[in-house]
């Protein structure tokens, strides 16, 4: 699967904004989507992520009810919208696919198979 990821840009803190990402070439709907993020200096990590099986979303905590991940299947896209921003959530953001979908697979990183190019996200206090 290739991915495009485009939505990123500067936010002031409080404010919103929605990423959105393109899949292409193979079965896009048998993969589970995700969204991770790397900050200056930290190690990458998971945001949100979407079950291909039974749609479920799953959040880290430090997002979680201010973030939501959303796929339209027809378009062969996954969103994320981002509400109530803050300075922490400042990082490059990059969308995944994975041909698992379990819980346990999905909030592990080695089964996370494709990543799109990365969109920055700035916010500012």
């Known amino acids: 699967v290739q991915l495009q990821a485009s939505g990123g840009g500067l936010v002031q803190s409080g404010g919103s904004l929605r990423l959105s990402c393109t899949a292409s070439?193979?079965?896009?709907?048998?993969?589970?989507m995700g969204w991770f993020r790397q900050a200056p200096g930290k190690e990458r990590e998971l945001v949100a992520v979407k079950s291909y099986r039974d749609g479920k979303s799953y959040y880290s905590d430090s997002v979680k009810g201010r973030f939501t991940i959303s796929r339209n299947t027809e378009r062969n896209t996954v969103y994320l919208q981002m509400n109530s921003l803050n300075p922490e959530d400042t990082a490059v953001y990059y969308c995944?696919?994975?041909?698992?979908?379990?819980?346990?697979?999905?909030?592990?990183?080695?089964?996370?198979?494709?990543w799109g190019q990365g969109t920055l996200v700035t916010v500012s206090s």
């Open positions: 995944s696919a994975s041909p698992y979908y379990s819980y346990s697979d999905l909030t592990s990183a080695i089964r996370w198979t494709d």
């Open positions: 070439g193979r079965a896009y709907s048998s993969y589970s």
